[in-house]
């Protein structure tokens, strides 16, 4: 039996799959390895064969067929059933982050016609259009870059489009993340001296000072119960943390307890006697006023820190203190003092703080794993690409001793 071959109305021969609709228009149908059915069509033969590498490319990579309406936000909705291992505020953050700047425009986008060009070009977008700070584009590109790796999982794509392109963002705008650096000796001293007065800022003196003399985050440090410190054996005890957990979907925050950012958080710190000190006095303070710890969080109840209210400090409360502490302070100094070059206050953060406990540990020469095991950090190079940048005046005091070192050799190679 003769097998004749199908043609289209201009005579030219159909390969499998390929048929020609009655309207004059191409089709060409294929099956899945999972045997589903599917299909594509195009105005002529040409262009239907151009869309027919695309498919065979896919087939042969792996990439499943049925996406053709599959979008961003469907890829997201599976990603939020599966993905497991986030702290609660964190999924809760990048929740927000998927819902408020890409489900409402670029979700839509289809998975079929994703490309590297449309993920950098939807950064641009948040940053010339909407003026989004690098850091929120940076935590958005962390949502959606693991949302499109789903994809790749599960074969809906071949690559992960948004693979590099924030690098390339930061890089073609010269963004550049700041980094938080420490206080100098003189403005740490400058910060304490100006908390151990009297008046309206020495109520925050134990909060701050125990801060900077142990390096704990500042969730820890507001979720640090009256048991979990020993003043006779002088040792605080670090085993959860407390953060402020936004709810965003039901519209309302609440505190929780985590656990330690790092299983290497949880960990034991001796106190030095500035430190006790500090605890000693907050305590003093709370019996005089008759201020006692009213909060229960997850069951967890007994909080050092607390509000005049007998709450639980907010961060953002904290911060704003520093604002406040820091502004008074750089008034009062130039008030009193017309020297150009007086030491002044500059803009830091709670975080500074631990960056500064760490730096000052540098400067003392305390071992590296120590230090890895004081601040909590699951690895020593974490310690030390992070936090341990010594001060320029350490390094040129560095570099001094070095050469001393290399004289000294020169000389004894001399004498000898």
């Not at 040409?46 to 027919?52: G, I, V």
């Not at 986030?86 to 489900?103: A, G, M, P, R």
């Not at 500064?356 to 120590?370: D, L, P, S």
């Not at 690895?379 to 000294?408: C, G, P, R, V, W």
Request: hydrophobic share 35%; glycine share 6%.
């Amino acid at each position: 039996m003769i097998n004749t071959r199908r043609k289209d109305k201009n005579g030219r021969v159909l390969k499998e799959g390929e048929y020609q609709r009655t309207c004059g228009t191409y089709e060409f149908k294929w099956r899945d390895k999972r045997g589903g059915r599917h299909s594509i069509s195009a105005v002529s033969l040409d262009e239907l064969r151009e869309k027919e590498l695309d498919v065979l490319r896919d087939i042969l990579d792996g990439v499943r067929g049925d996406k053709k309406n599959l979008t961003i936000n469907d890829l997201y909705n599976s990603w939020v059933q599966l993905k497991r291992g986030l702290k609660d505020n964190t999924f809760s953050n990048y929740k927000y982050l998927f819902t408020q700047f890409v489900e409402p425009d670029f979700g839509k986008n289809k998975l079929v016609d994703l490309k590297r060009s449309d993920v950098r070009g939807f950064y641009n977008y948040l940053a010339e259009e909407r003026h989004i700070q690098v850091n929120t584009i940076d935590s958005i590109h962390t949502v959606l870059h693991q949302v499109l790796e789903l994809g790749v999982e599960d074969d809906y794509l071949r690559y992960n489009p948004s693979d590099n392109a924030l690098k390339e963002l930061k890089k073609a705008r010269n963004f550049e993340t700041e980094r938080r650096r420490a206080l100098t000796v003189k403005e740490q001293e400058l910060f304490e001296a100006f908390l151990s007065k009297q008046g309206q800022y020495h109520r925050w003196y134990p909060i701050f000072i125990i801060m900077l003399y142990t390096g704990m985050r500042v969730g820890e440090i507001t979720g640090l119960r009256w048991c979990d410190i020993d003043l006779e054996d002088e040792t605080i005890s670090v085993n959860h943390t407390l953060v402020y957990y936004d709810k965003r979907n039901e519209e309302r925050c609440t505190f929780a307890i985590n656990t330690t950012k790092t299983k290497a958080g949880e960990r034991v710190i001796p106190m030095l006697p500035k430190v006790k000190e500090a605890f000693i006095m907050e305590k003093d303070y709370q019996e005089e006023c008759g201020l006692n710890s009213k909060a229960v969080v997850d069951g967890y109840r007994g909080f050092i820190f607390v509000n005049r209210f007998g709450n639980v400090q907010h961060q953002g409360t904290l911060n704003k203190a520093l604002r406040r502490i820091i502004r008074d302070c750089n008034f009062e100094l130039l008030d009193n003092n017309h020297d150009e070059d007086v030491t002044i206050l500059p803009k830091f953060s709670n975080h500074s703080l631990r960056h500064t406990f760490t730096t000052r540990m540098c400067e003392a020469g305390v071992n590296i794993k120590a230090m890895q095991e004081i601040l909590g950090h699951a690895d020593a190079q974490t310690t030390m690409d992070i936090y341990a940048e010594a001060t320029k005046d350490l390094k040129k005091t560095e570099m001094i001793n070095f050469e001393d070192y290399f004289k000294s050799l020169k000389e004894g190679q001399a004498k000898a």
